[in-house]
């Protein structure tokens, strides 16, 4: 038996008598489907059971019917396939297990995930999984709501001290470990304090009877000892050195100290590109300026933005960074400009925010209605609300995303999010006495300097603090996004929300709050509103309904609404009925709203208010349903999206020209402003862009255009672009196998690990599928989660990571654990997309198609290539698996990187050609190395005993192996000294490198003997 499998139960205590603490290793996340090969097997459960306050243990392994993938002995740790295969069948385990557990309740950690697996296999095996389930992930999450992470590791470090306390995703560890802090939590809340406030709330609860009687089953000390302190929610992180940099005004002078940069990051080294960046990022805000830059990947344009940006927040002036991803943002807030504070000695010297649209906040004052009335109301999930009010209510906490995902699928989230967030009509800070997270973030901005946010909610702006001085990161995105920011449009799903609003099934809404207090009801009847609710809500499922009718859908519709749709005449008769429905429901309330001037400005009743918020915007919809039936105009486009599972749908109606409203409302209000990417050009230029954005509109404005930063790296000597032309398309009914079958190929050549990225999530699904067992055949590591990039780096466990267009940036691998990128086709626009579609046909080009798709394909071609070469030291192939037949595509493709190998050609020939291109950046790699490090050669060659030549060779081989690892790679080649020479041979199958630096290793050791 391993350390794993047993456990020392005279360290075990349990706050709960008569319950069993069980885990479950898994080969998957798939619980269902039994009898199906594609289900995911129970591999190992571990049991630990408290009668009476006695502890005893049931442990097995269970024999694996497919294989298991080898990231599941990865996570597992010393789990290996022996132990397995000497398992018991699934049967008899379950048979063993169901003695053992007897009737009594079962405390797991991530109670569902167990409860799944083992109800679907009992029921596979005749058994009737009959033991309530109690979950502490759950548990967890209502006592302690801020935290980010509630995995089981997360609350191990959290709460159990010790180096190597960590998850070990070992069945029996893992049933200890959650008893042990299951303790932790129990001793560190006040329990009858939480179920004073909630226990109303949460009769249907499973955990309310054991937590309300479990201080009677204590044989130790009381342990209620208080809530635990908000200064305990982080996971604890060592204090970095405080830099001693200068930041000047001219703050791009600062990155030639270098002594003083490796004293912060050790592996600093002085970029000319960051520099050029610094310099014209400081004098666009500086002399109020327009400046447009691509910034190459590796540039470290991040640092390169923050340096002038902070410096000039620091002398008054407020500047907004704007970004299109998230990701980013807390990349920004949480490690580069505290980083760079610390750098420069500048901590608490700046306040920085990250600041959101009112959507993304939680308003105290709404929740706590919410909570009020949540016994009478049917809400989606009251356990969902208990959550929310314990995240929110002390003002600490509020930001809808910060919540982790498995609370918000867990309690249902979403739903009652929608009710409570401060978009919501209910919510008014101005007049608001609570403790708010989102009214002391708007409040904070007067006082701040340096705020972070999202284009989206850049060129939406809501609040009062003007902007002036812009650094757009990611500008590339904007081209397509000002068509979606600008747009207006409605989804099914929005009108019954604010039908429910105004009067909900079950006898809530804004008119109901009003009704009793209502003067002057003209007649009107809430029961005959609500009638025609019903009807509206009849009318918008028709539409979804007959959207669909005689179509066979692959994927969501999404088309333009306009007599080439098949279903249109049928769409739009009811949209018409819808439109009529609405107006039902408007009239009344309108003569209402008027008879008892609940608009007046001066009115004090909230409730009165709120009801005309709800009548306004349902106006607003009947007047968009109105120009959406109308003919389309010749600069607008009609879309109508259906979902194709159900009969959700919206509708939209999308500018052609929103560069305008871009320019009047946004551009011509700044004085400075930075477009930055590291994918602005097109050929060498700016023009498409500056057309996309109507940068050249603001006649009065400087516009600096940077062109001339060169590359960090030396792309012509490090990259290799290929596309096949073994004419199979992406549309072929071949193409998955095709696909699969050269990526196993890829696995076994390329040296280090592979990126497959993909336009289609469908095609990657299919992919996905057919290559998993292949894979796990060869120990070969699958994952298509972006967090997993962190296991690309280690090259030494051979894996594979697909994603799709989520993944065409933010994959960032420095060294060469990643050096292969295969991208399966061009991702070129389709030209059935309504808005797309309308482009094209107002092109006055022959090539119409190509004046739209091609600056998208290449913007979108060059985010693909960048996730290849992040370092200096990085190599390796990127690989178009269907390249298309456009040359006029491929010829831009090439000026886009002048001298970098590009060819056409089968993808036998192209692997066949891999190997030697491997040797050869591997040799680069060592030949680099020997240059830059001649003199610590030296320095540590003077303590080797020159007699001994097997001595010598292992410091050289050692010396290197070191300095590989400093750059994050692998050190591939070895060195022999071998009479008197010095010769290198490849490690991957000993054949001879040739170094062109290796005579600067022979003048080293002449200068030292």
């Given amino acids: 038996m391993t350390k794993f499998n047993t456990i020392n139960l005279n360290e075990l205590k349990s706050y709960f008598k008569n319950v069993v603490y069980l885990d479950i290793e898994t080969s998957g996340l798939n619980a269902s489907l039994y009898g199906n090969k594609s289900k995911s097997e129970i591999l190992e ?41 000497n398992g018991i069948d699934i049967s008899e385990a379950l048979f063993k297990l169901s003695n053992f557990l007897e009737d009594l309740p079962l405390i797991c950690h991530k109670g569902k995930f167990q409860h799944a697996f083992l109800t679907s296999y009992y029921r596979e095996h005749s058994l009737n999984f009959k033991n309530e389930i109690l979950d502490t992930m759950e548990l967890f999450a209502l006592l302690e709501p801020y935290h980010k992470e509630f995995n089981l590791d997360y609350f191990i470090k959290q709460k159990l001290s010790g180096s190597l306390n960590y998850e070990k995703n070992r069945a029996l560890e893992d049933a200890k470990d959650t008893i042990l802090v299951l303790n932790q939590v129990l001793e560190n809340n006040n329990i009858t304090i939480f179920l004073n406030d909630y226990s109303i709330n949460l009769l249907n609860w499973n955990w309310l009877s054991y937590l309300t009687n479990y201080s009677t089953h204590v044989e130790t000390e009381k342990i209620f000892k208080g809530s635990m302190p908000i200064s305990s929610i982080n996971m604890k992180t060592e204090r970095k050195k405080i830099g001693n940099l200068k930041l000047i005004k001219e703050c791009e002078e600062s990155l030639k100290d270098i002594e003083l940069w490796k004293e912060i990051s050790p592996n600093y080294i002085f970029r000319k590109a960051q520099y050029e960046v610094t310099k014209n990022v400081r004098k666009s805000i500086n002399q109020k300026a327009f400046s447009i830059m691509e910034a190459p990947t590796g540039t470290g344009k991040s640092v390169a933005y923050l340096l002038p940006s902070i410096y000039s927040a620091l002398h008054g002036e ?151 001085n812009v650094i757009l990161d990611e500008a590339h995105n904007l081209r397509d996004l000002l068509f979606e920011v600008y747009a207006e449009r409605i989804s099914s799903l929005d009108i019954i929300k604010l039908l429910d609003e105004i009067v909900s099934k079950d006898g809530q809404g804004a008119l109901v709050y009003v009704w009793r207090s209502l003067k002057n009801k003209e007649n009107s009847s809430i029961d005959k509103i609500r009638e025609y609710i019903s009807s509206a809500k009849a009318s918008i ?18 088309i333009s609404f306009n007599k080439d749709f098949a279903n249109y005449s049928k769409v739009l008769t009811a949209m018409k009925i819808l439109i009529e429905d609405l107006n039902l429901v408007y009239r009344p309330l309108k003569k209402l709203i008027d008879y008892n001037n609940l608009d007046d400005e001066n009115s004090k009743n909230k409730k009165g208010i709120i009801l005309v918020k709800k009548c306004d915007k349902l106006k607003a919809i009947i007047d968009f349903l109105n120009s959406f039936i109308m003919p389309e105009e010749e600069f607008k486009c009609n879309g109508f999206v259906c979902n194709k599972d159900s009969f959700f749908w919206e509708a939209y109606i999308k500018d052609l020209n929103p560069a305008n409203y871009f320019c009047d409302r946004f551009l011509k209000t700044l004085d400075s402003c930075v477009f930055l990417s590291a994918t602005l050009k097109t050929s060498g230029k700016y023009e498409d862009l500056k057309k996309a954005l109507a940068i050249n509109s603001v006649e009065d404005k400087q516009t600096i255009e940077i062109t001339d930063i060169d590359n ?59 290559i998993l067992p292949e894979l796990n055949k060869r120990h070969i590591r699958l994952y298509e989660n972006k967090k997993d990039v962190v296991h690309l780096k280690d090259r030494s466990k051979k894996s594979v990571l697909i994603g799709s267009k989520g993944f065409f940036e933010g994959i960032d691998v420095a060294g060469d654990g990643l050096n292969c990128v295969v991208l399966e086709k061009l991702p070129n626009i389709s030209p059935t997309d309504p808005l797309f579609k309308k482009l094209i046909s107002k092109q006055k080009v022959d090539y119409a198609y190509g004046e739209i798709n091609e600056p998208r394909v290449l913007t979108s071609f060059k985010q693909c290539f960048g996730r290849l070469i992040r370092t200096e030291y990085d190599f390796g192939y990127f690989l178009v698996m269907d390249g298309g037949t456009n040359s006029r595509i491929w010829s831009k493709i090439g000026k886009e990187y002048p001298g970098v190998r590009l060819y056409h050609s089968s993808i036998d020939s192209i692997i066949k050609s891999m190997p030697n291109n491997y040797k050869s950046w591997e040799s680069m790699n060592f030949d680099k190395l020997i240059l830059e490090t001649k003199e610590q050669l030296a320095t540590e060659l003077k303590k080797v005993n020159f007699k001994d030549y097997k001595i010598l060779e292992d410091t050289l081989n050692d010396f290197y192996k070191t300095k590989f690892k400093e750059k994050k790679l692998t050190k591939s080649i070895n060195l022999y000294i071998e009479n008197k020479s010095i010769n290198a041979y490849h490690e991957s199958d000993n054949s001879q490198a040739y170094l062109k630096n290796k005579n600067i290793l022979f003048s080293v050791l002449k200068s030292l003997i």
């Fill in 712 to 770: 960090t790296f030396d792309l012509k000597k490090r990259a290799i672009i290929c596309a096949t032309n073994d004419n199979i398309s992406y549309d072929s009914s071949n193409f998955i196998s095709y696909l699969v079958e050269n990526i196993l190929k890829l696995t076994s050549i390329v040296p280090g690990n592979i990126l497959v990225l993909f336009t289609s999530k469908n095609r990657q699904e299919n992919f996905k599928n057919l």
């Fill in 45 to 85: 459960i571990g049991a630990i059971k408290f009668t009476d306050g006695t502890p005893s243990v049931f442990h097995t392994f269970i024999r694996p019917k497919f294989g298991i993938p080898e990231t599941i002995f990865d996570l597992c740790e010393d789990l290996n396939a022996e132990d397995l295969n």
């Fill in 541 to 558: 499922d028709a539409i979804g309904k007959v959207s669909k009718e005689n179509m066979n859908l692959l994927y969501n519709l999404d």
């Fill in 318 to 468: 407020r500047v907004f960074i704007s970004t299109n991803t998230k990701e980013l943002q807390n990349q920004l807030v949480s490690k580069d400009i505290p980083n760079l504070l610390n750098a420069f000695n500048l901590n608490n010297k700046l306040d920085y925010k990250v600041i959101k649209g009112k959507n993304n906040y939680i308003c105290p004052e709404v929740l706590d209605d919410l909570l009020k009335h949540s016994l009478s109301n049917q809400l989606p999930d009251r356990l969902g609300l208990v959550y929310l009010h314990r995240y929110a209510s002390n003002g600490k906490f509020g930001d809808i995303e910060d919540i982790n995902q498995w609370v918000v699928d867990n309690f249902n989230l979403k739903p009652v999010v929608t009710l409570c967030n401060a978009g919501n009509d209910g919510c008014d800070i101005n007049s608001c006495s609570r403790l708010c997270f989102y009214k002391e973030s708007i409040e904070a901005l007067d006082d701040t300097n340096l705020i972070i946010l999202n284009h989206a909610l850049l060129l939406r702006w809501p609040y009062k603090q003007e902007i002036k």
